[in-house]
C-alpha cells in the first residue's frame, strides 16, 4: 500500500472519534466537519515519523483547530451572545438512523452543549478534552497556552457551570420516553393541568428561533405549560425521536420541521426543554429518519 493511502486509512479509523470530540466544541455539524477535514490537511503536511499516538495526536489537532474557530467566532460577534442552541442530532425513537450520527450523541445531551456555549474557548476545550475524553492537562496545556495546573482550574469552573445549568437526566430511556409522550399528549389535547403536572416547578424552556424569529426564555411550570399549548396548535403533527440519544419531540407542519425539542427530566418530571425553531438551520439538519 502506498505510504498517503496507509496515513489516509489510519486517519479515517480515527474519523468518527474526531468528530465527536469537534461536535462536542462546537456545537455545530457542519463547522465540526470542517475542523475534521482541517486535522487532516495539517496530518498530510505532517512528519508523523515519531509520534507514538496517532490517536492522541489528531485529538489534539483537532483541539487546537476547535479553539481557533472558537476564538475567532467570539471576535466576530458585536453584540452579547444571545441565546443558542446548539445542532441537535436527531434520530427515530428506536435508534434508527446513520450509525455514526448515534455514536456522535452518545452522553452529550442538547443542554449540556447549550451550557458549553456560556464557557470561553479555553475552559470549554479543557472541559471536554479532559471530562468526555480523558485528555490529560499534561496534554491540554500547550494548546490553551496555560500551566497544566491553570489548564486544570479552567476545566473546574467549566465543571461548576455545566453542573449548575445542565444536570443529568436521572431516568433511564423507558421512563423519560414515557415523560416526554406524557407531554406531548397534554399538549396536543391542549390540558394544561395534565402538562403542569409533568413539569418541574422550576422548569426553564430556551428557545433559539434564529435571527428572524428571536428566542427567549419561559420560567416555570404555569408559563412553560402555556407556551407547550400555544407551540402544539401551530404543529400538524408532532413525531417522538431521539434529539442526541434521548427522547425528544420535533413538530412538523405542511412536511417542514417547526422545531426541534430536548429534555431534561429529573424525579419524574421535565427539568428543562431546548427547542431549536431557526427556519434556516432546521432545513439544513438531516431529518430523513421522520419520511423512513
Known amino acids: 500500500m502506498h505510504a498517503d493511502e496507509y496515513l489516509a486509512e489510519r486517519f479515517e479509523g480515527h474519523r468518527g472519534h474526531l468528530r465527536a470530540v469537534a461536535y462536542r466544541m462546537l456545537g455545530s455539524l457542519h463547522e465540526a466537519d470542517d475542523a475534521v477535514q482541517e486535522a487532516w490537511l495539517r496530518l498530510s503536511r505532517s512528519d508523523t515519523g515519531t509520534v507514538a ?45 446513520p450509525q455514526d450520527e448515534v455514536l456522535l450523541a452518545d452522553s452529550v445531551g442538547l443542554a449540556l452543549l447549550v ?18 475524553f480523558a485528555v490529560p492537562f499534561d496534554e491540554i496545556a500547550p494548546i490553551v497556552g496555560r500551566t497544566p495546573a491553570a489548564a486544570r482550574q479552567l476545566a473546574s469552573r467549566a465543571r461548576r457551570r455545566v453542573r449548575g445549568g445542565a444536570p443529568a437526566s436521572d431516568m433511564d430511556p423507558a421512563g423519560r420516553r414515557e415523560v416526554v409522550e406524557a407531554f406531548m399528549a397534554a399538549a396536543r389535547e391542549g390540558d394544561f393541568d395534565a402538562l403542569v403536572a409533568v413539569l418541574d416547578p422550576d422548569v426553564v424552556a430556551r428557545s433559539d428561533g ?16 402555556g407556551g407547550a399549548v400555544f407551540g402544539a396548535r401551530l404543529a400538524e403533527f408532532t413525531i417522538l425521536v431521539l434529539v442526541n440519544g434521548s427522547p425528544g419531540l420535533v413538530s412538523l407542519t405542511e412536511g417542514r420541521p ?7 427530566i429529573a424525579a419524574g418530571r421535565i427539568t428543562t426543554i431546548d427547542i431549536l425553531a431557526d427556519p434556516e438551520r432546521l432545513g439544513t439538519l438531516d431529518l430523513t429518519v421522520l419520511t423512513t
Do not use: K, Q
Not at 474557530?69 to 443558542?84: F, I, N, V, Y
Not at 451550557?115 to 468526555?132: G, I, Q, Y
Not at 434564529?210 to 412553560?224: K, S
Not at 417547526?258 to 431534561?264: I, K
Open 53 to 97: 499516538s496517532l490517536g492522541g495526536w489528531l485529538t489534539t489537532v483537532v483541539g487546537r483547530v476547535c479553539l481557533d474557530m472558537l476564538r475567532a467566532r467570539a471576535s466576530r460577534r458585536e453584540d452579547p451572545l444571545g441565546l443558542h442552541v446548539p445542532d441537535p442530532i436527531v434520530t427515530g425513537a428506536d435508534g434508527a438512523g
Open 115 to 132: 451550557v458549553l456555549e456560556t464557557l470561553s474557548p479555553a475552559e470549554r476545550l479543557s472541559f471536554v478534552l479532559h471530562d468526555l
Open 210 to 225: 434564529g435571527e428572524l424569529r428571536p428566542g427567549g426564555v419561559l420560567r416555570g411550570a404555569r408559563a412553560v405549560a
Open 258 to 264: 417547526l422545531s426541534v425539542m430536548a429534555f431534561t
